[in-house]
């Protein structure tokens, strides 16, 4: 017997899975199968009482999260490559540890009769070292991990970029290489042709090439020449003036002496 009356989350739930099995059995009678058009889609959600802009919400909140998902998966396998490589440096410096010490602890034991145990300060000792290695290596979370991980992320990104930059020149070089190769056989094959027909414009289109190497050199010239000259200070250091002796008062002309003395 069915109840008469429902709860709001319950009655909520009962409606969204009405619409979605009925979602569902109109897109199996419309095309037979589980895949449904994006235009299929818009017209059984104006059937159903959707506005276009919830629609809309809806497929932009999936979108979003699938980059999101996107964007954790890419972040846990730069994660577990981490630490991956974080061990692969660890455990060679432990299976060292031990093959030396167990080498030291026998020579020990064999070669000192006076029952001094030695090997126990370079067991020590480098138990320390490795100590503090374990400790930076092996833990996979904290504030420490995320910084260091943090960085290894950046140095990454830093080197991929520089390996796509570079390649991106490679490919700009080839293009520039392969587009002068094609000039040359044209200017080959075209200046075969005018050999062929006539010599006097073969010859003309020498020196027009030549007069254009020329010019493009006088210009690359001019240039490095102009980036020199701006270079240069515009002003040069002066040297200091040596402070100079104070004149004498100028004596009066002689003119004026005559005058006094008549």
């Known amino acids: 017997m069915l109840k008469q009356t429902y709860q709001q989350d319950e009655a909520e739930q009962i409606l969204r899975e009405a619409v979605k099995r009925a979602a569902q059995q109109e897109a199996a009678q419309a095309t037979g199968n589980a895949d449904v058009s994006h235009e299929r889609l818009v017209a059984m959600a104006e059937e159903l009482g959707v506005s276009p802009d ?3 919400a809806v497929l932009n909140d ?17 994660r577990q490559e981490f630490i991956g490589e974080r061990k692969a440096d660890f455990y060679p410096h432990l299976w060292s540890y031990v093959g030396v010490n167990f080498m030291l602890i026998a020579i020990n034991l064999l070669t000192d009769r006076s029952h001094h145990f030695w090997a126990v300060y370079p067991i020590l000792g480098w138990g320390i070292l490795l100590l503090c290695h374990a400790m930076a290596a092996l833990p996979t979370r904290g ?14 990104r830093e080197k991929a970029e520089k390996l796509r930059q570079k ?16 000039r040359r056989q044209q200017a080959r094959s075209s200046g075969a042709r005018a050999y062929d027909t ?15 190497a020329v010019q493009d050199a006088v210009g690359v010239a001019a240039e490095a020449l102009d980036d020199a000259l701006r270079s240069l200070p515009r002003e040069w250091p002066r040297p200091p003036r040596t402070p100079q002796r104070p004149r004498s008062a100028p004596r009066a002309p002689w003119w004026t002496d005559n005058d006094k003395d008549r």
Do not use: H, I
């Not at 999936?62 to 730069?78: D, I, L, P, W």
């Not at 390649?167 to 094609?182: D, I, L, S, V």
């Not at 006539?198 to 254009?212: D, F, I, L, N, S």
């Open 167 to 182: 390649a991106e020149r490679e490919r700009e070089a080839a293009a520039r290489n392969a587009a002068q190769q094609q």
């Open 198 to 212: 006539a010599p006097g414009e073969a010859a003309a289109e020498a020196v027009r090439q030549v007069a254009g």
């Open 54 to 56: 919830m629609l809309a």
């Open 62 to 78: 999936r979108v979003a999260q699938g980059v999101k998902e996107q964007e954790r998966a890419v972040e846990q396998k730069e």
């Open 143 to 156: 504030p420490v991990f995320d910084k260091e991980f943090a960085g290894w992320q950046g140095k990454r």
